[in-house]
């Protein structure tokens, strides 16, 4: 067993983040804007990379990547220091974190966010969990393009809170098939009260006229079982399917010496503080909020930071985590922003962002972080219309460069329009295509 040892003089704070996802980045964020002098921070992650898994639905259309950061370096930037092991348990009386290795690390505040496993719910299905499922989905794309399947089923499982990624590959796939002239009969289940119902009356409404359009039928219902040619509801429909895709549920992860609450998650007050453990918060997936979202997890890991913050010293009165719900709907077409405040029915849905930087995940620092905003400006809501104006400027500019024969130049102006607009439109990305092949073609300067 060892202790980890960092290079400073004084008497700071010790901090642990584990994790290495949405909420220990935005973590890292806020504590180095908020307390570095006072804070001396080991980010405890097994993975080397921190991969971003909303955009992953993109993946099998081509029209974006899930982006990656480098944890090590990312820590580092952010006056961290990056310990590549899983944290094992908790020792709650001597206050450190073991490691997997049995490295032993003391802290004077621990914030747990190692977010929750994914399960596949309906074996046969098709389970989209991000990145490692795009190739997969790929393929189902292929299968569709070479017109081997008829019936496409999509069905959110019991249990899920955030069901946005499922609409997604289903709005896509019919645009997808449409351009191809592949004629596809879809079905979505869910057992939502109705599509997105938690982005309240407006986003739920545009999406189910969104989804109708598409010629996309939703069954509200919740699904029991899964056959070779179909799908069984709770209401004892049966619903014939070539294909069933299905979102994965979340199951909590199992920490020796965290608290559980009857379904397993850990149980937090509202700056993030683990009942019954002194210095320990948690922020994310693992927590028992209801809604699974990165800008959640973002969110909640702000008010820990905050309190952490307070905990070290520094000039800074924590906030309460009061969640506001951002989201944004990758659609085949233009994005759709939804967002709403507790209570705030019938919330709000645009064409146009509505907060920025308008990344999918909208965190106070990671948005900034995410989207390379050099003004590192934290996130804000904005009044509609600004910065789609800098969307098409880029694209006029990618265009103009083009037609010059610049095509490095039209290809940086690409990358602007993608950070602005998170996914550039069908066109730009055929025409990414073009020019990247025109630029490895080009003779070397
Ligand atoms: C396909 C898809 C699309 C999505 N779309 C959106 C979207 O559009 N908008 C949105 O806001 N959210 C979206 N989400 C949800 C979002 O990705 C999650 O809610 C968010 O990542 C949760 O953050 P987290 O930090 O709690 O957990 P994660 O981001 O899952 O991170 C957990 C981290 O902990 C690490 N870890 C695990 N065990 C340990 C351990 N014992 N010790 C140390 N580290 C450990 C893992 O390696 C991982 O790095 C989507 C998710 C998926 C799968």
Do not use: C
């Not at 010629?215 to 070779?228: K, Q």
């Not at 993030?272 to 320990?280: F, I, Y």
């Not at 050099?374 to 996130?379: C, D, G, I, T, V």
């Amino acid at each position: 067993m060892s202790t980890v040892i960092h290079e400073s003089g004084g008497d700071p704070h010790e901090v642990v983040v584990a994790g290495g996802g949405v909420a220990a980045l935005e973590a890292l964020l806020a504590l180095h804007d908020l307390a570095r002098r006072r804070v001396r921070v080991t980010l405890l992650a097994p993975a080397e990379k921190y991969v971003h898994r909303p955009m992953a639905v993109a993946e099998p259309f081509g029209l974006a990547e899930a982006r990656t950061v480098d944890l090590h370096q990312f820590a580092s930037a952010h006056g961290a220091v990056h310990v590549r092991e899983a944290l094992a348990r908790i020792d709650d009386a001597t206050g450190e974190a073991v490691t997997s290795s049995g490295r032993r690390i003391p802290y004077d505040s621990l914030l747990v966010a190692i977010g929750a496993r994914a399960v596949e719910v309906l074996p046969g299905a098709l389970t989209f969990r991000g990145p490692p499922d795009s190739p997969a989905y790929a393929r189902l794309l292929d299968d569709i393009e070479a017109g081997a399947v008829g019936r496409l089923v999509f069905a959110v499982p019991p249990g899920v809170s955030w069901t946005l990624p499922l609409y997604e590959l289903a709005l896509m796939t019919a645009a997808r098939a449409s351009a191809l002239g592949r004629k596809l009969d879809m079905t979505l289940v869910t057992p939502e009260p109705a599509p997105l119902a938690i982005f309240g009356r407006r986003p739920s409404d545009t999406l189910t006229a969104l989804l109708r359009e598409s010629g996309i039928t939703v069954r509200l219902g919740s699904v029991e079982t899964m056959d070779g040619g179909g799908l069984l509801l709770g209401s004892g429909e049966w619903i014939a399917a070539d294909r069933v895709v299905a979102l994965p549920r979340l199951a909590p992860p199992e920490l020796p010496g965290l608290p559980r609450s009857a379904r397993g998650f850990v149980p937090v007050d509202e700056h993030g503080a683990v009942d019954g453990l002194d210095g320990v918060y948690a922020a994310g997936d693992l927590t028992w909020h209801p809604v699974k979202q990165g800008g959640m997890a973002a969110q909640q890991a702000d008010a820990a930071a905050q309190a952490i913050a307070g905990r070290a010293g520094a000039d800074v009165v924590p906030r309460p985590f009061r969640p506001v719900l951002r989201g944004v709907l990758l659609t085949g077409g233009a994005p759709r922003y939804m967002r709403r405040e507790r209570g705030g029915e019938p919330g709000e849905t645009s064409v146009n962002p509505m907060w920025w930087p308008s990344g999918k995940v909208a965190g106070r620092y990671l948005s900034s972080y995410l989207a390379d905003d050099e003004s590192a400006r934290p996130l804000h809501d904005v009044s509609e219309g600004g910065e789609l104006a800098a969307i098409e400027l880029a694209l006029e500019a990618a265009d103009a460069d083009a037609s010059w024969g610049d095509t490095a130049s039209a290809l940086r102006w690409l990358e602007v329009a993608e950070r602005l607009a998170i996914v550039l439109p069908a066109e730009y990305a055929a025409k990414r295509d073009v020019w990247l092949d025109a630029l490895a073609a080009a003779p070397a300067a």
